[in-house]
């Protein structure tokens, strides 16, 4: 999907948000070579409870195979 975004769609940077208690779903970005950009407290409010937001990104220039 990466390289489809790159060379069909030309964007420059991708970003990806994860809640911050949800391991399974950070764990993603950063396999995929994402680097973590900060964190939005309280940026989302589920089941009655506030929640952090985890930015994660990834440049042109970081993906594999950049061309």
């Known amino acids: 999907m ?3 975004i790159r060379c069909d769609l030309g964007l420059n940077k991708v970003e990806i948000q994860c809640a911050e208690a ?3 779903s950070r764990n993603i970005p950063k396999r ?4 973590q ?3 939005n407290r309280e940026a989302e409010f589920i089941n009655g409870c506030y929640n952090n937001i985890v ?3 990834l440049l042109r220039i ?3 195979g950049n061309q």
């Open 22 to 24: 949800n391991i399974k």
């Open 37 to 39: 950009e900060g964190i």
């Open 62 to 64: 970081e993906w594999k």
């Open 2 to 4: 990466l390289d489809y």
């Open 55 to 57: 930015n994660y990104s």
């Open 32 to 35: 995929l070579g994402f680097k």
